[in-house]
């Protein structure tokens, strides 16, 4: 998956001075361990360490696949990213409940290759922390079924609904989340973050990246908040989003991130990263 990030030898070098470097996009590829891999055209080579869920990346992956009109893979990629959020709400929960992880880990690998028993674990941890069952919107199961073991070709309608109505259920986890175990979440995130870290490779200078997908007023050119549904998502992989990239990244100013540009409704808000000398240092970029 190809994703937007920075050469982090181009970063450091640049805030040497103590100011803050001019942002120059380069495409480079997500691996599964959540490193995106860059090459510049200086003849660097670096990692940039991605802060976004498993779940979030297939958001994204998927919203990609809706602006490209593969509907099939829309259906099938956002019904991973479910089975992601229920997993990271297994991993959350348990964390609040005083499990260690190593305790965790030897129970997911009993589970990890088959989805209908996380589903389970999930169901029954929800129900112990809101004191109700969650339950799932029959047609989702559906039509990921039609889909996955059926071959059914879905229309874009269909795919869309689809996808907005698995989006709700990531937001409502999200949020269920981060209103009865934040302290957790952050936990879980720090934990993900220092498995990525452990995995650059000896010798490669890395930097992170975090992204935020947000709404944007036109008519104020103003950041409003962040998106709420799945086709919001898709709107910010337009060519014409993109193409604004450029003009729009070099006035943006790290502690009011606005759009001063005005030529889209949505924009994708990254907060990209980087050490220099042991201190984190943070800017907001726009595509």
């Known amino acids: 998956m190809k994703i937007l990030a920075a050469c982090p030898d181009c970063i450091q070098e640049a805030s040497k001075d103590g100011k803050q470097p001019k942002f120059n996009p380069i495409a ?4 599964d361990n959540g490193m995106i891999h860059v090459s510049c055209d200086r003849g660097h080579s670096g990692v940039v ?5 498993r779940y979030e990346v297939l958001v994204r992956s998927a919203a990609r696949a809706a602006l490209d009109g593969y509907t099939n893979e829309v259906v099938a990629v956002m019904s991973s990213a479910l089975e992601r959020i229920y997993e990271f709400y297994i ?5 609040a409940k005083g499990i260690p992880e190593e305790t965790v880990e030897a129970a997911w690998k009993n589970v990890a290759a ?15 922390d809101q004191s109700r069952p969650f339950k799932l919107e029959p047609r989702i199961t559906e039509t990921r079924n039609k889909v996955v073991h059926r071959g059914k070709i879905v229309r874009e309608a ?15 986890l999200q949020t269920e989340l981060q209103s009865k175990f934040p302290q957790f979440v952050a936990e879980e995130v720090e934990r993900e973050m220092k498995v990525q870290q452990s995995q650059v490779p000896e ?6 990246l975090s992204t935020t997908t947000v709404n944007v007023d036109k008519s104020k050119n103003e950041v409003t908040g962040v998106v709420t549904k799945f086709i ?3 709107a910010c992989h337009t060519s ?6 450029s003009c729009i990244a070099s006035k943006i100013r790290p502690s009011r991130p606005l759009l001063r540009d005005g030529g889209f409704a949505q924009a994708l808000v990254e907060c990209l990263l980087w050490i220099d000398k042991g201190n984190s240092r943070g800017g907001w970029i726009v595509y």
């Open 91 to 95: 991993r959350v929960s348990s964390r």
């Open 158 to 172: 269909e795919a869309l609904e689809f996808a907005e109505n698995v989006y709700g259920v990531i937001q409502h």
């Open 203 to 208: 010798g490669v200078n890395h930097i992170k």
């Open 232 to 234: 919001e998502h898709v």
């Open 114 to 128: 088959q989805s209908e028993r996380q589903f389970g674990a999930f169901q029954f941890l929800y129900m112990l």
């Open 240 to 245: 014409d989003a993109r193409a604004r990239f």
């Open 28 to 31: 480079g590829e997500l691996d």
């Open 49 to 53: 360490l991605y802060n976004a869920r």
